[in-house]
């Protein structure tokens, strides 16, 4: 076995039992219900204006965007109102914000920066991703266009994947046409789901209920280090062996002073540490610790947060870290853990 220079100074250190050992590997991973609703929309008389220039303006803005709205058949008085959700369940936990925005383009788009928010939901103990993502729009109409063509769109995926002819863009459905546009054209933008996806889909829309439980947990985390400004997380994990955050920590320390490039990180917490945090912290969850489950008990005492000093540091340590695998005797055996880093969108 292969032993770097600095083994013995991190043992020492440590005082641990164990011998580790870093060893790169080549080898990386890479990273519904139809909704529609028909309102009428009613002009008031008009008054004299006692409105300055800019505030007529800004009325005239408003008005062109709710007479916009009125042909989708969807209400427009959430312009005026605060953050509207749309949460859908049974997705992919892979997926980014990017490809919720990139689905919001073309109408969407004219209206400036709808979706302000893109979160998935993640189990606050283990940072589980759940495939349950919540997208936050600026109006409950925009809620309600993205949701409409998000479905749509899927549909046309579907039929896509069940058409034998590749002549299929020319037997879509009326009913799924959007006019002026090619549905091949479309799909090529659909990032989300593939036409052969089996999940479960659920979708419903809400007002915005504050911070998930795992964000509350991510601010005590980022709280506790020394970044102020854009602080990046990654999640760690030792899917083979416990080790401590200390014994982790010294590790990449070290591996940073033999690369040259100093690992700019800060905070490599525990998520065993979670069950001593405060109860009020986890009331916007109905998940609790299954402390007798032994899959959330591995995944409790595997997994760390690291809080890194920019999203570069991040995705340069998940680049260089993640699918390594750490070397280690264990009573005269040589075992190898496999470790598996993740971006965690904060």
């Known amino acids: 076995m292969i032993c770097p220079k600095w083994l013995p100074i991190a043992r020492a250190t440590l005082a641990a039992p164990n011998r580790f050992a870093l060893r790169r590997n080549t080898r990386f991973s890479s990273g519904v219900a139809g909704f529609r609703d028909r309102i009428s929309l009613e002009e008031k008389p008009r008054r004299p204006s006692t409105r300055g220039p800019r505030a007529s303006a800004k009325k005239n803005d408003t008005n062109s965007k709710a007479n916009s709205l009125a042909g989708y058949g969807v209400e427009p008085s959430g312009l005026r109102d605060g953050k509207h959700m749309l949460t859908i369940d049974g997705l992919p936990t ?8 990139r689905l919001a383009i073309d109408k969407l788009s ?3 920066n709808l979706i302000s928010e893109v979160r998935q939901e993640r189990d606050p103990w283990t940072m589980e991703p759940l495939g349950k993502y919540h997208v936050a729009f600026s109006s409950s109409a925009a809620a309600s266009l993205f949701r409409h063509k998000f479905e749509r769109i899927l549909r046309i995926a579907q039929f896509k994947n069940r058409c034998k002819t590749e002549l299929w863009a020319s037997k879509v459905p009326p009913a799924l046409l959007d006019a002026g546009r090619d549905p091949a054209s479309e799909l090529e933008r659909f990032a989300i789901l593939p036409g052969s996806y089996q999940g479960r889909l659920e979708a419903h829309q809400g007002r915005v209920k504050g911070k998930m439980a ?3 947990v991510m601010d005590a985390i980022v709280k506790s280090s020394r970044v102020k400004t854009r602080p990046s997380a990654v999640l760690v994990e030792l899917p083979q062996a416990t080790f401590s955050a200390a014994e982790l920590k010294a590790m990449i320390h070290q591996d940073g002073v033999d690369s040259g490039h100093r690992w700019r990180t800060n905070v490599l917490f525990h998520l065993s540490e979670t069950l001593g945090f405060r109860k009020d912290m986890f009331k916007n ?12 008990r591995h995944k409790h005492s595997s997994r760390f947060v690291m809080i890194c000093e920019n999203p570069e540091t991040a995705w340069r340590f998940i680049r260089s870290w993640n699918q390594r695998i750490l070397e280690y005797d264990m009573e005269g055996v040589t075992m190898r853990n496999r470790v598996k880093v993740s971006y965690i969108e904060i």
């Open 94 to 101: 892979s997926l980014r914000a990017a490809d919720f925005h």
């Open 110 to 112: 004219g209206w400036g």
């Open 214 to 216: 795992w964000q509350h």
């Open 285 to 296: 969850t109905t998940r609790v610790p299954l402390k007798d489950d032994v899959d959330f």
